[in-house]
Protein backbone atom coordinates (compact mmCIF):
# COMPACT_ATOMS: atom_id res chain seq x y z
CA UNK A 1 0.00 0.00 0.00
CA UNK A 2 0.86 3.29 -1.08
CA UNK A 3 2.51 5.86 2.01
CA UNK A 4 3.35 9.65 2.40
CA UNK A 5 6.17 10.45 5.23
CA UNK A 6 6.46 14.70 5.62
CA UNK A 7 9.80 14.46 7.10
CA UNK A 8 9.48 17.53 9.04
CA UNK A 9 6.38 18.10 11.34
CA UNK A 10 7.55 21.80 11.64
CA UNK A 11 9.38 24.38 10.02
CA UNK A 12 9.75 27.80 11.21
CA UNK A 13 11.42 30.33 9.15
CA UNK A 14 11.94 33.96 8.62
CA UNK A 15 9.89 36.02 6.06
CA UNK A 16 11.65 36.32 2.33
CA UNK A 17 13.81 33.22 3.33
CA UNK A 18 13.83 30.60 1.13
CA UNK A 19 11.71 27.05 2.77
CA UNK A 20 11.79 23.16 1.44
CA UNK A 21 8.82 20.92 2.60
CA UNK A 22 10.27 17.44 2.22
CA UNK A 23 7.89 15.04 1.29
CA UNK A 24 8.50 10.86 0.17
CA UNK A 25 6.20 8.53 -1.10
CA UNK A 26 6.73 4.97 -0.56
CA UNK A 27 6.02 3.20 -4.23
CA UNK A 28 8.09 3.75 -7.44
CA UNK A 29 5.50 2.90 -9.65
CA UNK A 30 3.63 5.71 -11.69
CA UNK A 31 1.64 7.75 -9.05
CA UNK A 32 0.12 11.27 -9.52
CA UNK A 33 1.50 13.63 -6.60
CA UNK A 34 -0.16 16.23 -5.04
CA UNK A 35 0.65 19.55 -2.41
CA UNK A 36 -2.22 21.25 -0.27
CA UNK A 37 -2.22 23.87 2.49
CA UNK A 38 -4.43 24.24 5.02
CA UNK A 39 -5.05 27.85 6.05
CA UNK A 40 -5.52 28.42 10.13
CA UNK A 41 -9.04 26.97 10.59
CA UNK A 42 -9.83 26.36 6.77
CA UNK A 43 -10.10 23.84 4.64
CA UNK A 44 -7.56 22.07 2.40
CA UNK A 45 -6.50 24.02 -0.90
CA UNK A 46 -4.71 22.27 -3.71
CA UNK A 47 -1.73 24.43 -4.47
CA UNK A 48 -0.08 22.17 -7.45
CA UNK A 49 0.07 18.37 -8.49
CA UNK A 50 2.52 16.28 -10.59
CA UNK A 51 0.38 14.44 -13.39
CA UNK A 52 3.37 13.83 -15.82
CA UNK A 53 5.93 15.51 -17.81
CA UNK A 54 8.33 17.87 -16.83
CA UNK A 55 9.25 17.51 -13.10
CA UNK A 56 9.09 20.64 -11.99
CA UNK A 57 5.34 21.99 -11.63
CA UNK A 58 4.91 25.29 -10.93
CA UNK A 59 1.62 26.34 -8.58
CA UNK A 60 -0.06 29.11 -6.55
CA UNK A 61 1.18 31.73 -4.30
CA UNK A 62 4.59 31.65 -5.68
CA UNK A 63 5.33 27.92 -5.10
CA UNK A 64 6.38 24.97 -6.71
CA UNK A 65 7.81 21.45 -6.78
CA UNK A 66 10.38 19.00 -7.61
CA UNK A 67 8.99 15.15 -8.78
CA UNK A 68 12.34 12.98 -8.39
CA UNK A 69 10.75 9.35 -9.31
CA UNK A 70 14.52 7.85 -8.64
CA UNK A 71 14.36 9.48 -4.97
CA UNK A 72 10.35 8.94 -4.72
CA UNK A 73 10.71 12.59 -3.69
CA UNK A 74 8.08 15.45 -4.13
CA UNK A 75 9.36 18.70 -2.39
CA UNK A 76 7.43 21.79 -1.91
CA UNK A 77 9.90 25.01 -2.37
CA UNK A 78 9.47 28.66 -2.09
CA UNK A 79 12.40 31.11 -2.87
CA UNK A 80 10.67 33.75 -0.72
CA UNK A 81 8.06 33.24 2.19
CA UNK A 82 5.76 36.01 3.36
CA UNK A 83 3.77 35.86 6.96
CA UNK A 84 0.68 35.03 5.13
CA UNK A 85 1.97 31.39 4.12
CA UNK A 86 2.14 30.07 7.76
CA UNK A 87 -0.14 27.40 7.40
CA UNK A 88 -0.08 23.53 7.15
CA UNK A 89 1.14 21.73 4.24
CA UNK A 90 -0.20 18.15 3.33
CA UNK A 91 1.79 16.32 0.68
CA UNK A 92 -0.98 13.62 -0.76
CA UNK A 93 -0.39 10.49 -3.56
CA UNK A 94 -2.80 9.02 -5.62
CA UNK A 95 -1.77 5.54 -7.45
CA UNK A 96 -4.09 5.45 -10.69
CA UNK A 97 -3.30 1.67 -10.15
CA UNK A 98 -5.80 0.93 -7.10
CA UNK A 99 -8.71 0.47 -9.30
CA UNK A 100 -8.18 3.87 -10.73
CA UNK A 101 -10.23 5.92 -8.10
CA UNK A 102 -9.59 8.60 -7.06
CA UNK A 103 -8.16 7.71 -3.34
CA UNK A 104 -5.62 10.17 -1.46
CA UNK A 105 -3.19 8.49 0.49
CA UNK A 106 -2.45 12.00 3.26
CA UNK A 107 0.86 12.46 4.74
CA UNK A 108 1.06 13.90 8.14
CA UNK A 109 1.65 17.50 7.00
CA UNK A 110 4.37 20.15 7.90
CA UNK A 111 3.54 23.46 10.46
CA UNK A 112 5.24 26.05 8.12
CA UNK A 113 5.72 29.01 10.81
CA UNK A 114 6.71 32.03 8.91
CA UNK A 115 8.21 34.32 11.62
CA UNK A 116 8.96 38.26 10.66
CA UNK B 1 -21.62 31.70 -2.85
CA UNK B 2 -21.10 28.06 -4.78
CA UNK B 3 -18.99 25.44 -3.34
CA UNK B 4 -18.57 22.91 -0.45
CA UNK B 5 -19.91 23.65 2.87
CA UNK B 6 -20.37 21.80 6.37
CA UNK B 7 -22.67 22.13 8.65
CA UNK B 8 -22.32 22.71 11.82
CA UNK B 9 -18.98 23.89 12.25
CA UNK B 10 -18.51 22.68 15.88
CA UNK B 11 -19.80 20.57 17.95
CA UNK B 12 -19.86 18.98 21.58
CA UNK B 13 -21.21 16.01 22.56
CA UNK B 14 -21.15 13.12 24.83
CA UNK B 15 -20.36 9.58 24.80
CA UNK B 16 -23.24 7.68 23.33
CA UNK B 17 -25.30 10.32 21.35
CA UNK B 18 -26.05 10.10 17.82
CA UNK B 19 -24.23 13.27 15.86
CA UNK B 20 -24.65 13.85 12.09
CA UNK B 21 -22.73 16.09 10.22
CA UNK B 22 -23.83 18.02 7.31
CA UNK B 23 -22.12 18.48 3.79
CA UNK B 24 -23.34 20.17 0.79
CA UNK B 25 -21.91 21.25 -2.57
CA UNK B 26 -22.84 23.03 -5.97
CA UNK B 27 -21.09 21.96 -8.06
CA UNK B 28 -23.03 18.54 -8.92
CA UNK B 29 -19.79 16.87 -8.53
CA UNK B 30 -20.42 12.85 -8.53
CA UNK B 31 -18.21 12.25 -6.30
CA UNK B 32 -17.79 12.87 -2.51
CA UNK B 33 -15.57 12.11 0.32
CA UNK B 34 -15.44 11.88 4.24
CA UNK B 35 -12.38 12.07 5.70
CA UNK B 36 -11.00 12.80 9.24
CA UNK B 37 -7.78 14.81 10.34
CA UNK B 38 -5.78 13.75 13.61
CA UNK B 39 -2.73 14.96 14.60
CA UNK B 40 0.27 12.99 13.32
CA UNK B 41 -1.88 11.20 10.94
CA UNK B 42 -3.11 13.72 8.52
CA UNK B 43 -6.17 12.96 6.72
CA UNK B 44 -7.53 9.41 6.67
CA UNK B 45 -10.20 8.58 4.31
CA UNK B 46 -13.53 7.47 6.15
CA UNK B 47 -16.16 6.89 3.41
CA UNK B 48 -17.07 8.09 -0.05
CA UNK B 49 -19.69 7.97 -2.63
CA UNK B 50 -19.42 8.03 -6.17
CA UNK B 51 -23.22 8.57 -7.22
CA UNK B 52 -26.23 9.03 -5.42
CA UNK B 53 -27.03 5.82 -3.34
CA UNK B 54 -23.68 4.43 -4.20
CA UNK B 55 -21.19 4.32 -1.13
CA UNK B 56 -18.21 2.61 0.15
CA UNK B 57 -15.89 1.91 2.83
CA UNK B 58 -12.35 3.91 3.26
CA UNK B 59 -9.54 3.47 5.94
CA UNK B 60 -10.96 4.11 8.61
CA UNK B 61 -15.05 3.56 8.47
CA UNK B 62 -15.61 1.69 11.87
CA UNK B 63 -18.48 3.49 13.61
CA UNK B 64 -19.76 5.65 11.08
CA UNK B 65 -22.93 5.41 8.70
CA UNK B 66 -23.32 7.68 5.66
CA UNK B 67 -26.22 8.40 3.13
CA UNK B 68 -25.95 9.66 -0.25
CA UNK B 69 -29.69 10.36 -1.09
CA UNK B 70 -29.13 13.15 -3.13
CA UNK B 71 -26.49 14.78 -5.61
CA UNK B 72 -25.51 17.46 -3.72
CA UNK B 73 -25.89 16.21 0.11
CA UNK B 74 -23.40 13.68 1.92
CA UNK B 75 -24.33 13.63 5.45
CA UNK B 76 -21.90 11.29 8.05
CA UNK B 77 -23.71 10.01 11.07
CA UNK B 78 -21.48 8.55 13.98
CA UNK B 79 -24.48 6.49 15.47
CA UNK B 80 -22.80 6.21 19.04
CA UNK B 81 -20.09 8.96 19.71
CA UNK B 82 -17.00 7.94 21.29
CA UNK B 83 -14.08 9.88 22.63
CA UNK B 84 -11.78 8.55 19.32
CA UNK B 85 -14.51 9.96 17.35
CA UNK B 86 -12.95 13.33 18.42
CA UNK B 87 -11.56 14.84 15.60
CA UNK B 88 -12.00 17.68 12.66
CA UNK B 89 -13.90 16.36 9.71
CA UNK B 90 -13.29 17.25 6.32
CA UNK B 91 -15.60 16.45 3.62
CA UNK B 92 -14.36 16.84 0.06
CA UNK B 93 -15.76 16.35 -3.64
CA UNK B 94 -14.29 15.94 -7.52
CA UNK B 95 -15.96 16.05 -10.80
CA UNK B 96 -14.55 12.50 -11.81
CA UNK B 97 -13.05 9.28 -10.34
CA UNK B 98 -9.80 9.84 -11.69
CA UNK B 99 -6.83 9.71 -10.07
CA UNK B 100 -5.58 12.58 -11.36
CA UNK B 101 -8.48 14.77 -10.27
CA UNK B 102 -8.68 17.30 -8.05
CA UNK B 103 -10.40 16.77 -4.88
CA UNK B 104 -12.13 20.27 -3.63
CA UNK B 105 -12.57 20.42 0.51
CA UNK B 106 -15.47 22.12 2.71
CA UNK B 107 -13.97 24.11 5.47
CA UNK B 108 -14.02 21.14 8.14
CA UNK B 109 -16.11 20.35 11.39
CA UNK B 110 -14.33 19.90 14.57
CA UNK B 111 -16.25 17.54 16.64
CA UNK B 112 -15.10 17.11 20.29
CA UNK B 113 -17.23 14.26 22.20
CA UNK B 114 -16.75 14.26 25.84
Known amino acids: AQSVTQLDSQVPVFEEAPVELRCN ?3 SVSVYLFWYVQYPNQGLQLLLKYLSGSTLVKGINGFEA ?3 KSQTS ?5 PSVHISDTAEYFCAVSDPGSGG ?3 LIFGAGTR ?5 | DAGITQSPRYKITETGRQVTLMCHQTWSHSYMFWYRQ ?3 HGLRLIYYSAAADITDKGEVPDGY ?7 ENFPLTLESATRSQT ?3 FCASSESFAAWDTQYFGPGTRLTVL
Do not use: Q
Not at chain 1, 74 to 78: A, I, N, T, V
Not at chain 1, 112 to 116: M, S, T, Y
Not at chain 2, 65 to 71: A, E
Open chain 1, 112 to 116: LAVHP
Open chain 2, 38 to 40: DLG
Open chain 1, 101 to 103: YNK
Open chain 1, 74 to 78: FHLRK
Open chain 1, 66 to 68: EFN
Open chain 2, 87 to 89: SVY
Open chain 2, 65 to 71: VVSRSKT
Open chain 1, 25 to 27: YSS
